[in-house]
């Protein structure tokens, strides 16, 4: 089961995005807050996608991030599961969107986490598509692994019943919804609402050409959110995506009269997402992006670790120590899974650059990245040595360089 945790001293707030990690987004959140989760996270695919909306850099961050291995993986996903576990209300629920590539694997750890006895549902989403290998079966569906917190858990089957065919309807007329004589003719599932949904559900993905497209390699058709949102969920209640893309989940979300919370490590998604939102809601009502990059004066006054956090995950698009300390010079790692080391700091020279050599070599790569407001001419003189003698490449990025190389796929000057 979980371990437990120190009470998150943030306050929770309703329609805002978090730009960032969602685990140390999650970890700032109040115990037990949230009443729906819906995640939809990175398959372990090992895929390079060609297209989201043009971004080279973010494209990388989605094929190169499981370079240890599927354990690696799974370790990574336990970490925030067990935070979203620690977030649900008694009543509440999660839904986490796979498919083959590692289902099996973390419905173990789902198991472990929120007790085998609150597994309620294996939704099987199935849908059309072009293209079927020459020696399998076409793979023509996703995974959705449904946990309740509790056996008090909120499902709202009238709000979800589907239409009966109409063969169905006209052979059973007389008899939906009414039962004789206390005998029910093995006609249980013919309410007068509607049948009651299977564990698979017949949703077509949004077709490449579609309006609704927006450029998301994984983007899920809203009728497929409207379904989890409206079982698992009641007018007012909070929904949370840690992992929301372009944001389906919380435009679904406000449509339906929830209160919501959107995480996503894009800052282009978050930006797409806030869009969505926007065109939807009727008032006035602003949509804060938190966590956004800042100009240099802001970075300047974050505390230490914020400051790492922000810039490794948010302009390098990788993933930070979950340590402050021991860290033997490492800050976090860049898509490539290459060291960093975050200096907030000016004029950083050569010490540091030597100090770093060894963290590398103790990781055994053969390249890593330096983050600075700015370095000396030894520093640079270091790095040239190191790269001719020792054949580590060590590159020096200032922050306003990696401002500016933001700001330019924002389409910002």
């Given at each position: 089961?979980?371990?437990k945790?120190?009470?998150?001293?943030?306050?929770?707030?309703?329609?805002?995005?978090?730009?960032?990690?969602?685990?140390?987004?999650?970890?700032?959140?109040?115990?037990?807050?949230?009443d729906?989760?819906?995640?939809?996270?990175?398959?372990?695919?090992?895929?390079?996608?060609?297209?989201?909306?043009?971004?080279?850099?973010?494209?990388?961050?989605?094929?190169?991030?499981?370079?240890?291995?599927?354990?690696?993986?799974?370790?990574?996903?336990?970490?925030?599961?067990?935070?979203?576990?620690?977030?649900l209300?008694?009543?509440?629920?999660?839904?986490?969107h796979?498919?083959w590539?590692?289902?099996?694997?973390?419905?173990?750890?789902?198991?472990?986490?929120?007790?085998?006895?609150?597994?309620?549902n294996?939704?099987?989403?199935?849908?059309?598509?072009?293209?079927?290998?020459?020696?399998?079966?076409?793979?023509?569906?996703?995974?959705?692994?449904?946990?309740?917190?509790?056996?008090?858990?909120?499902?709202?089957?009238?709000?979800?019943?589907?239409?009966?065919?109409?063969?169905?309807k006209?052979?059973?007329?007389?008899?939906?919804?009414?039962?004789?004589?206390?005998?029910?003719?093995?006609?249980?599932?013919?309410?007068?609402?509607?049948?009651?949904?299977?564990?698979?559900?017949?949703?077509?993905?949004?077709?490449?050409?579609?309006?609704?497209?927006?450029?998301?390699?994984?983007?899920?058709?809203?009728?497929?959110?409207?379904?989890?949102?409206?079982a698992?969920?009641?007018?007012?209640?909070?929904?949370?995506?840690?992992?929301?893309g372009?944001?389906?989940?919380?435009?679904?979300?406000?449509?339906?009269?929830?209160?919501?919370?959107?995480?996503?490590?894009?800052?282009?998604?978050?930006?797409?997402?806030r869009?969505?939102?926007?065109?939807?809601?009727k008032?006035?009502?602003?949509?804060?992006?938190?966590?956004?990059?800042?100009d240099?004066?802001?970075?300047?006054?974050?505390?230490?670790?914020?400051?790492?956090?922000?810039?490794?995950?948010?302009?390098?698009?990788?993933?930070?120590?979950?340590?402050?300390?021991?860290?033997?010079?490492?800050?976090?790692?860049?898509?490539?899974?290459?060291?960093?080391?975050?200096?907030?700091?000016?004029?950083?020279?050569?010490?540091?650059?030597?100090?770093?050599?060894?963290?590398?070599?103790?990781?055994?790569?053969?390249?890593?990245?330096?983050?600075?407001?700015?370095?000396?001419?030894?520093?640079?003189?270091?790095?040239?040595?190191?790269?001719?003698?020792?054949?580590?490449?060590?590159?020096?990025?200032?922050?306003?360089?990696?401002?500016?190389?933001?700001?330019?796929?924002?389409?910002?000057?």
């Amino acid at each position: 089961m979980p371990k437990k945790k120190v009470e998150a001293k943030e306050e929770l707030r309703t329609g805002v995005i978090y730009c960032g990690d969602n685990l140390d987004v999650m970890e700032r959140l109040p115990t037990e807050s949230i009443d729906l989760i819906y995640i939809d996270p990175p398959f372990f695919s090992n895929r390079h996608y060609e297209v989201i909306w043009g971004n080279g850099a973010e494209l990388r961050a989605f094929g190169d991030r499981w370079k240890g291995g599927v354990n690696v993986y799974v370790q990574w996903m336990r970490e925030r599961l067990m935070e979203m576990h620690r977030l649900l209300k008694p009543t509440g629920s999660i839904y986490v969107h796979l498919d083959w590539h590692a289902v099996h694997y973390i419905k173990c750890e789902m198991d472990d986490i929120f007790g085998m006895g609150n597994f309620r549902n294996e939704i099987i989403w199935c849908y059309r598509g072009a293209g079927y290998p020459k020696k399998d079966f076409g793979r023509r569906h996703d995974n959705i692994l449904r946990y309740s917190k509790s056996d008090d858990y909120i499902f709202n089957l009238d709000d979800v019943r589907e239409e009966y065919a109409e063969a169905t309807k006209e052979r059973f007329k007389h008899y939906i919804g009414n039962v004789r004589g206390g005998k029910d003719f093995g006609l249980q599932t013919l309410h007068p609402l509607g049948k009651q949904p299977d564990d698979w559900w017949q949703i077509q993905p949004i077709a490449p050409s579609a309006k609704a497209r927006l450029g998301y390699p994984t983007q899920k058709p809203e009728e497929l959110l409207e379904r989890i949102i409206k079982a698992s969920s009641n007018e007012g209640d909070i929904v949370a995506d840690f992992f929301m893309g372009g944001g389906t989940t919380i435009v679904v979300a406000e449509r339906l009269g929830r209160r919501w919370i959107g995480c996503d490590v894009s800052p282009i998604a978050c930006k797409l997402a806030r869009r969505r939102v926007k065109k939807l809601i009727k008032d006035e009502r602003e949509i804060e992006v938190i966590g956004m990059p800042h100009d240099l004066d802001e970075l300047k006054k974050m505390e230490p670790f914020e400051f790492q956090n922000h810039i490794i995950v948010d302009m390098l698009h990788g993933t930070c120590s979950r340590t402050k300390s021991a860290d033997y010079g490492i800050d976090g790692h860049d898509f490539g899974h290459n060291p960093v080391q975050i200096k907030q700091s000016e004029h950083v020279g050569r010490p540091v650059v030597q100090k770093f050599e060894s963290a590398i070599r103790r990781e055994k790569r053969t390249k890593g990245i330096i983050v600075a407001f700015s370095f000396s001419k030894t520093a640079y003189e270091e790095v040239a040595r190191i790269k001719l003698d020792e054949g580590i490449e060590i590159e020096l990025r200032t922050v306003q360089e990696l401002l500016q190389d933001y700001y330019r796929r924002m389409g910002r000057k």
